[in-house]
């Protein structure tokens, strides 16, 4: 299974690939499992058929690593709409965004004006400002952004990786600033030298982690646990409830399309849940990491590639 996730991951960021594999009509249908469309308007009805059932949401339009200024102000002002939008709705959704998509790549001072723009305006809208992890290369740069956006606006979040080994001195440093904190798995493919390889130490840090931000949630932080592995959902709600906290002191987060009966059933148990919705034409590598990360699907699409 390591192979065929491994394989997924080199497809995911192969430009040749990106380019002939969507035009296959099983995966551009198979996509729609995990996305409502390409649109905004299609995140915003899916959104507002969740809301129905007491889950809130996160939008992020896919992308990353723009080429240059226009394109990255592009992204912004779908951003500032996105945020518009939400609220003319009503939705209790945050948004979400990667800081190659936002410049990172160009200028960090670029991208800390552009995340800045975006922030305001969702502090202007009473909404919550996600930043995406990207590759391990990419972790200290965002951090900093992070951090100098913090410096402003509360609204804002970040997200870190369990499988990196960094993950726990990180958030030893940013506990000072009483961080808000999605925590994931890992999605990107990274070497032995900077990330767990094997799924029991990736877990074992990802409940380590949680544990450690559920112990200063009192002071301000905010614990999100990015998870499907409900075994990890499970052992969050023991220790939070082992702390004294209420079901709403923290969130879970889970992807549109997998374990919708989870999704509800948390909503209907009394915790805080939010479906992240992703949308926009590309799509693809983010599907395949998507297949990588849940290794039922892996080998169905690896038969499906190359009998196709």
């Known amino acids: 299974m390591g192979l065929a996730r491994n394989g997924l991951l080199w497809i995911s960021e192969n430009r040749k690939l990106r380019q002939a594999l969507p035009k296959y009509k099983f995966i551009r249908r198979a996509v729609s499992r995990f996305m409502p469309g390409e649109q905004l308007g299609d995140a915003l009805a899916a959104a507002e058929r969740l809301r129905r059932q007491s889950i809130n949401t996160v939008f992020t339009l896919l992308g990353e690593n723009v080429t240059d ?31 190659t998509h936002l410049g990172l790549d160009l200028n960090e001072g670029l991208c800390v004006n552009n995340l800045l723009a975006i922030v305001a305006e969702a502090k202007a809208l009473n909404n919550m400002v996600w930043i995406d992890m990207e590759q391990s290369q990419y972790v200290d740069r965002t951090i900093d952004v992070y951090k100098k956006v913090r410096k402003t606006y509360s609204n804002v979040g970040l997200c870190l990786q369990s499988y990196l080994y960094r993950t726990e001195r990180d958030l030893e440093n940013l506990l000072p600033h009483f961080p808000a904190i999605r925590f994931v798995k890992g ?23 949680t544990r450690t931000l559920l112990g200063h949630t009192r002071n301000g932080a905010k614990l999100v646990a990015g998870t499907h592995d409900m075994e990890l959902v499970r052992a969050t709600q023991e220790e939070a409830k082992r702390m004294g ?33 992703s949308y926009g034409s590309f799509w693809f590598p983010w599907y395949v990491r998507r297949l990588a990360e849940r290794p039922a699907n892996v080998w169905f699409v690896v038969r499906k590639i190359f009998s196709s």
């Not at 990255?72 to 990667?98: C, F, P, W």
């Not at 999605?187 to 982690?209: H, I, Q, T």
């Not at 906290?245 to 948390?266: M, S």
């Open 69 to 99: 200024e226009p394109e990255a102000r592009h992204e912004v002002e779908h951003y500032v709409e996105m945020l518009r939008q939400i609220n003319k709705r009503g939705l209790d959704t945050h948004v979400s965004v990667k800081l």
């Open 187 to 209: 999605a990107y493919k990274e070497p032995p030298s900077v990330a767990f390889r094997k799924k029991s130490d990736v877990d074992a840090n990802f409940f380590k982690l």
């Open 245 to 277: 906290l209420a079901r709403t002191d923290y969130e879970f987060h889970l992807l549109y399309g997998i374990q919708a009966n989870e999704q509800l059933k948390l909503a209907r148990d009394g915790y805080s849940v939010r479906v992240l919705i």
